[in-house]
């Protein structure tokens, strides 16, 4: 494999998608193409209904595009089978989710614990790593507490940490934002940048929130299905839409 | 991740409550109402319990123990002559009324035993001694019978007096005095009435008119000879009936005049539809109940086993956590529902009423069926977790 592939950490390629039957058919992707290296953090922007989180989602291999190719760290996603595809999240990707969706009835570690447990690591391991990247995500102390004892920005620190507790190489982040005000969002994106800064890691981040487009090293802008353009500097952008 | 699973049905306290709610109420209605059943059932055969004998001779048209259909008193001879037969001894049993005290009448169940020998006398008497039977016009009567017709007792100063019957106190059967001697312990029986026990030959004078007065003979094989084997040389000399007297309703044979009776009640009456009906509508309450709950537990749960499955978690973790929670609690809900079961069952008992017999395999099926009602409860949880689309948890 060429030094090149290596530094390609997701590429769409050509990608389809459209809901619905043949009959009222609704296009969500239209030969859409997109690429993410490792060591950066890319933002995927666009107004509503472009197709972000559909493109995000096959990215992160839970839908399976029509047609097009998918390649993630060099796996080609669209040729794999359910068992596959998910095998493939539980290795290399971390979610954080707009609404969180930290479960209520269980306490913040373990939480964070999950994707740890979905990996068949041992209970007690995988609480002394939940412990361990809550301090780093400075909620030492309120491990024991439930979710929804917490802040919205404390509970979206607990979403990143479960994101990162199992090291993936591609974190996926869907609105992370959205439900913070503009300085919890930053001190969140701040988080975000710090600690999944790897030369390995690449980080996706679906978000209409211009307000931290400035922690982004590249931002791709889609329209009606498709990548329009891919910046470097967001004062590029035309935010007005978003 | 099962630790997990079950962290998250305890999580929620009220979801757990509820849906240990349905699984004990369940559980409770399908032990509690076989239980009485099968307590019911066993008092079909009391007679069976309380006058001991190895082998039973009937009339061959008898169907069950309480239908007795008079033979000759020769046919006690024939019997005795089987070979194999170590001795014989003549039974009565008949529904008389008795007169009591205060002049109000009372049903009871007479049994006439051999005064030789006292075969098919009650095991334990509580006052009294057996041999007083050979007095005349001597009874002795059951506990319970006698707090009944105590009721009906009047004491010296003619005001009813209330209390159980005492060795001394009389009452009549056909104007035939009947003092008692003795006060013994039995089962009681399906038909309610109180047992009375006298001679074979003082019966025959309590029944006055009847002509024929022997019911059954009670028959004692002889050393080595199985009863199942006597009951055959017996049918064969005599053209009588003959049965065993096993009463364990596992283990008894197709000659057992209990199992008999057991199933002429069960073919007969609407006993087993009544209570069937119960056990399946604690069935049906259960599934609806939890099945209902756990569903809705599912559903508020949905987004998470979502978030679950988009992390790597495949279809069979999942479907083995919905297990977990579901199996944990119809453990916990069957526990609960066959202790409170345990619990009535022990006030029942103490009042004698109605009867409560709790085979180990009635808590066993019920067991069984808890753990089916939340097999069918992790299913339906199961096939909505499975239709979820894991992308779903991208949008919102």
């Known amino acids: ?242 | 991740m099962y630790r997990l699973a079950l962290n998250m049905l305890f999580g929620d306290r009220a979801k757990l409550a509820m849906l240990l709610c349905g699984l004990a109420f369940s559980a409770l209605l399908m032990a509690q109402q076989s239980s009485v059943f099968f307590g019911i059932m066993s008092w079909t055969y009391t007679p069976m319990v309380n006058i001991r004998a190895q082998v039973w001779v009937s009339d061959p048209m008898v169907e069950q123990v309480n239908d007795a259909k008079p033979l000759r008193d020769t046919d006690l001879g024939r019997v005795r002559s089987v070979d194999g037969v170590a001795w014989a001894a003549p039974l009565h049993t008949s529904f008389v009324q008795a007169r009591m005290q205060d002049g109000n009448f009372k049903l009871i169940t007479l049994v006439g035993i051999d005064a030789d020998t006292f075969a098919g006398a009650p095991a334990v008497l509580s006052q009294g001694r057996i041999e007083d039977l050979r007095l005349p016009d001597t009874v002795i009567v059951d506990e319970w019978g006698a707090a009944l017709m105590g009721r009906m007792g009047v004491g010296p100063d003619g005001k009813p007096r209330n209390t159980p019957l005492q060795v001394g106190d009389t009452f009549e059967i056909n104007d035939i005095q009947a003092r008692i001697v003795g006060i013994c312990r039995v089962k009681r029986a399906f038909t309610g009435g109180p047992f009375v026990y006298t001679t074979y030959d003082r019966a025959k004078g309590y029944t006055l008119g009847a002509r024929r007065t022997l019911s059954f003979m009670l028959v004692e094989p002889q050393k080595g000879v199985a009863p199942a084997e006597l009951c055959d040389r017996i049918e064969r000399d005599t053209g009588l009936k003959a049965w065993t007297s096993d009463t364990v309703i596992w283990s008894w044979g197709e000659r057992s005049l209990a199992r008999n009776t057991f199933w002429w009640f069960w073919t007969n009456t609407g006993i087993p539809f009544s209570f069937g009906t119960a056990v399946l509508l604690g069935l049906f309450v259960g599934i609806a109940i939890s099945g209902q709950t756990f569903y809705s537990f599912v559903l508020e749960n949905l987004r998470y086993f979502a978030a679950i499955k988009a992390m790597g978690a495949g279809m069979g973790v999942i479907a083995r956590m919905l297990i977990v929670q579901a199996f944990t609690a119809g453990l916990i809900g069957f526990g609960l529902g066959a202790g409170m079961a345990q619990a009535i069952g022990r006030v029942m008992i103490e009042k004698g009423m109605p009867p409560f017999v709790m085979y180990p395999q009635i808590l066993w099926a019920t067991f069984a069926l808890v753990l089916g009602i939340s097999l069918v409860s992790a299913v339906i949880g199961i096939i909505k977790v499975s239709r979820v689309d894991a992308a779903s948890v991208f949008r919102g």
């Open chain 1, 1 to 242: 494999m060429s030094r090149l592939a290596h530094t390609v950490a997701v590429r769409a390629t050509g990608v389809d998608m459209f809901f619905g039957t043949p009959e009222n058919r609704v296009v969500a992707l239209k030969q859409a193409g997109f690429e993410a290296r490792r060591g950066e953090l890319i933002m995927l922007v666009g107004p509503s209904g472009c197709g972000k989180t559909t493109l995000l989602s096959v990215i992160a291999g839970t839908l399976t595009p029509q047609a097009g190719a998918v390649e993630v760290f060099g796996q080609r996603l669209d040729g794999l089978g359910q068992e596959a595809l998910t095998a493939f999240r539980r290795r290399n990707l971390g979610f954080v989710f707009q609404s969180f969706n930290l479960i209520p009835t269980l306490t913040v570690a373990e939480n964070v614990m999950v994707p740890l447990l979905i990996q068949g690591r041992p209970f007690d391991e995988a609480h002394a790593r939940a412990l361990a990247i809550l301090d780093q995500v400075g909620l030492k102390g309120r491990e024991e507490g439930r979710p929804n004892a917490l802040s919205g920005g404390q509970q979206q620190r607990v979403a990143i940490a479960r994101a990162l507790v199992h090291e993936p190489p591609l974190l996926i982040c869907d609105e992370p934002t959205s439900a913070l005000d503009k300085d919890t969002g930053a001190q969140i994106m701040q988080m975000v940048r710090d600690l999944s800064r790897s030369p390995e890691r690449c980080v996706v981040v679906v978000t209409h929130d211009h307000r931290i487009f400035r922690f982004a090293d590249r931002i791709a802008e889609m329209e009606d299905g498709r990548i329009s353009r891919v910046v470097d500097d967001p004062k590029l952008l035309d935010t007005t839409h978003l």
